[in-house]
């Protein structure tokens, strides 16, 4: 309640009134929904069949242990560690905050299953789950978030899920966990008789069974509903292509749950005037539904509403609206991987695309990881590449090369969209789009605080090319060996700032592979506010300083004001830019010159040579633990 009225308090009166009688009504529908829908059956009448979309085989060597894990329902997500997620586990805490594990399952672990759904739901849940085949089967606990050990129930209405109401509870593990993206994965696998088509099959009538539809947690988001089922029916279809071969009874239910999927999404579109990924991911996954099913509302709406989207919220220098590199990527693959499987898009729209994938080239260091500007939740829409570093993002550019005339290394993801794709393919993006630097900018009179970065080698500063992106707001120098980056510009979400941080004028430094300075990530969401609120922080980035002070205020947890209004002046041999988050403007110039990086910021005063990556935290406070991806330090 804290938060929702810190974010009332900074909206117009109009505007948090509609806010304020939403969250009211959802409460209401919340706890009036159980009781209209307690004996209903929600999940819908099989019989429907899937319409295959992929051709041919389509494999690609997974290690092995990975395989196994995921076949012993041992799994490792956002900081989790490796950990079996099963009823009555006990799990390892976040932080202080560890919950007592939930009830263990009897012999006839179905029964008591279904026994604790609602009696609605009951008989078909029961029929579910009598269709997985191994005796040994022992059922994942799809409701824990299996760090802290919190349990949701199935009882409870989606609308109704509470969370960040209880310390160190993370929503976002089982969301992750019930998202399936392993299960593509191991389809990618499938040799033949090797275990991996009844796994898959066993684990998805768990999921189904155990989760009715609009019951729990793993309904509490469309997002992660739509992802979940474009995962679970490409899962289907690369299994299917790679030689298996499943029972009329098993893919009856799988349709029925595509069909139940696709109507809770339609029902449930995240939309509005502050949308932003969610509603991309919830057209994604509503799109996968209605080509798997052959729905031709599904497709007509998808269609026309991914083109306007896609140019929404993919700006014309092809960074993605909401101001995150890695935000970036995730609408980047529901665009790629949608566009594939729907074609029609307009050129326009499939330009935006190769735009946002050429941003992709360029945000990458010469290391092969992205500066990570603003959020980072490791978030994902199709996921071939599970286990690699969350700041890594080839598995974009490899998807892309599916779709696009890209040079390089294609690999899985590049074939399973060019299959989707049927043939299809567009010119890959130029360059990015000329910056408009002001001529007249010069920098202000009076002292500035100078740092002259010197690295061993001067040589590893040679070949630098400036790369600008206005529209996202980030100015990039870009060599062999050193990558050079100023953050100014935009928000994002159109002003909403929900994945913004306090970062106007931070400076990233790469030289031969050695982060001299890097955004420290996002580390965590509700689990821990405070932690959100550090990383978020003027004081976790390499800004201009005025002691403690931030530029702009956090109005909640996903949202920032915007009164530094950060403004690039001049980018191209050297780059100069102010903002006003501190009443008067602060300036920032950064250039190369004499084999260094020379950073001065008016006001200030005094001369600093620094000649290591620790010299320059200690001058600067940047303490922070660095967090390469979501639940992650270090």
Known sequence: MHHLLRILLSMPPRVALAKLWRHGSRRLGGRL???????????????????????????????????EDWQAHRFDLLGSGPVVVGHGGAYSGFGPHRYPPGPGLPEDWRAAI????????RARARAILALIDDPLYRPVDWQVDFRSGHRW?????????????????????????????????????HQGEDGLAREFRNQALDFLGSNPPGWGV??????????????????????????????????????????????????????????????LADLCGLAFC???????????????????????????????????????????????????????????????LARAVRFTMDVTKPSGRVVQIGDNDSGRFIALDLGRESLDHVGLLAAARGLFEIAGRRGPEGDLVA???????????????????????????GECLRLRLIPPDASALDGLEPVAYPDFGLYLWKGPRAFISVRCGAIGQSGHGGHAHNDQLAVEVEIDGVAWVRDPGSYVYTSDLAARDRYRSALAHFVPRQGTQEPARFLSPFRLEDRARAEPLRFGADFLGRHHGFGAPVWRRVAVEDGAVIIEDWPGQGSHHIRSPEELARLWGLTLPFSPGYGLLG
């Open 33 to 67: 929904a159980p009781l209209l829908n307690a004996r209903r059956d929600p999940f819908g009448t099989p019989g429907g069949r899937l319409i295959p979309r992929l051709a041919r085989p389509l494999r690609a060597e997974v290690e092995r242990e990975r395989l």
């Open 114 to 121: 279904t026994a604790g759904l609602r009696p609605g739901c």
């Open 153 to 189: 129930s199935t009882r409870t209405w989606w609308k109704a899920i509470a969370y960040g109401h209880r310390p160190g509870i993370d929503v976002k593990l089982p969301w992750e966990l019930a998202r399936l993206q392993h299960l593509p994965v191991m389809a990618l696998a």
């Open 218 to 279: 793993n309904w509490a988001c469309a997002m992660d509903v739509a992802i979940r089922i474009a995962n679970l029916l490409l899962a289907w279809d690369l299994f299917r292509a790679n030689g298996a071969a499943f029972d009329a009874a098993f893919e009856a239910e799988l349709a029925a749950a595509a069909y139940a999927h696709g109507a809770h999404i339609r029902a449930n579109l995240e939309g509005g005037e502050h949308r932003g990924n969610h509603y």
């Open 290 to 352: 209605a080509a798997y099913l052959g729905h031709g509302d599904w497709l007509d709406l998808c269609r026309a509403e991914l083109e306007a989207e896609i140019l929404r919220q993919f700006l014309p220098d092809g960074g993605n609206f909401e101001a995150s590199t890695c935000y970036h990527r995730l609408s980047a693959e529901m665009g790629l991987y949608t566009a594939a499987l729907l074609g029609g898009l307009s050129e326009r729209a499939m330009e935006r």
């Open 419 to 445: 299959a989707l794709a049927r043939g299809r393919r567009f010119p890959a993006a130029l360059a990015p789009l000329a910056a408009a630097p002001r001529r007249d900018a010069v920098v202000p009179e």
